[in-house]
């Protein structure tokens, strides 16, 4: 007999299909800078568009710690996890911070 396995609710779940648009908007901005280099464009316009890349990027992020703080952590919680929960996230956090 098979069994499946049921794909788990993540907390980006309700979103999922909202945040694969953004990130294949990303994809495209990506491609468009490789175009850019490739094309010896102005530095700055270069810089420019990476800025911009790195703020779709940050949203993107922002949404996923959204729901992993009200989706994810408040199941830890119920679970009694809600402290190892608690410091994944902040380490999460604390990664994407880290620039440069």
Do not use: N
């Not at 979103?15 to 901005?29: I, M, N, P, T």
């Not at 929960?85 to 604390?94: D, K, P, S």
Request: neutral net charge.
């Amino acid at each position: 007999m098979l069994m499946t396995t049921p794909t788990p609710i993540r907390g980006y779940t309700a979103s999922k299909d909202q945040l694969l648009a953004r990130l294949r908007r990303v994809e495209g901005q990506v491609r468009g800078v490789e175009k850019m280099v490739d094309e010896d464009r102005y530095c700055i316009d270069v810089l420019t568009q990476i800025s911009a890349i790195q703020a779709a990027l940050d949203k993107v992020a922002l949404g996923l710690l959204d729901g992993h703080a009200r989706h994810c952590m408040h199941e830890g919680a119920a679970e009694g996890r809600a402290d190892e929960m608690a410091t994944e996230m902040m380490a999460a956090v604390g990664r994407l911070m880290k620039r440069g």
